[in-house]
């Protein structure tokens, strides 16, 4: 089920831009890409989402390529409270529209002071 | 906080026991789904409901399990006879999908850890 792949680990200095790459090469044309962060013990957050443009939030910008093979997550000025699981997703389509989340391993981001 | 609630957030039980969880989601949402995740693991799909109905269910979800939506609102998650291999974060989430919308986005609780002892 899981159509994408993400590097295991990065680690990314305070204040930098964090850039977190993503691989979906099987995506279909009218599959979205979600990212989710997962903090240690908590449930994982909604980050962003995008189809084919570029997209930008108060927390993260979300760079698709032109033929929508891979991605990639921008925190732009990362903090110590960014150290999170990260989680590149292509949804899957079961029934009547809806969509489950299929995670993969995701990136271990750690930040660093 | 996503408004998105679970109890407990913690259970610990032993082999055998039955085990109730509840999902109280996000009030007007329409969409309610479970998750399970073990340790050093993506979550994973479950089941699946559209108000009142159950319309999706995962292969994961052995007959021991058992979920209801009874009025479209919360959610509770039983498992019966749990086995040790049933230790894991169960995670509710929910979402609102608009007629004519593309796409919904999932919002997770803070998932019920489970301990089968």
């Known amino acids: 089920d899981a159509k994408t792949t993400q590097p295991p680990s990065m680690d990314c200095a305070e204040g930098r831009a964090a850039n977190l790459p993503c691989n979906h090469s099987t995506i279909s044309g009218n599959e979205y890409v979600y990212w989710y962060r997962q903090i240690h013990s908590q449930g994982p957050q909604y980050i962003i989402h995008?189809?084919?443009n570029n997209e930008t939030n108060e927390m993260a910008s979300l760079i698709i390529t032109e033929d929508r093979k891979s991605s990639t997550l921008i925190l732009p000025h990362a903090t110590l409270r960014d150290t999170a699981v990260y989680y590149c997703i292509v949804r899957v389509a079961i029934i009547q529209g809806a969509q489950k989340l299929v995670f993969g391993q995701g990136t271990r981001l750690t930040i660093n002071p | 906080d996503t408004g998105v609630s679970q109890n407990p957030r913690h259970k610990i039980t032993k082999r055998g026991q039955n085990v109730t969880f509840r999902c109280d989601p996000i009030?007007?949402?329409?969409?309610l789904y479970w998750y399970r995740q073990t340790l050093g693991q993506g979550p994973e799909f479950l089941t699946y409901f559209q108000n009142e109905a159950q319309l999706e269910k995962s292969r994961l979800l052995s007959d021991r399990f058992s979920a209801e939506r009874p009025k479209g609102s919360f959610s509770t998650l039983e498992i019966q006879r749990t086995e040790q291999g049933d230790s894991a974060m169960y995670l509710c989430a929910s979402s609102l999908r608009l007629a004519g919308g593309s796409t919904d986005t999932q919002y997770f609780g803070p998932g019920t850890r489970l301990t089968v002892l």
């Open positions: 995008g189809l084919k």
């Open positions: 009030s007007e949402h329409n969409r």
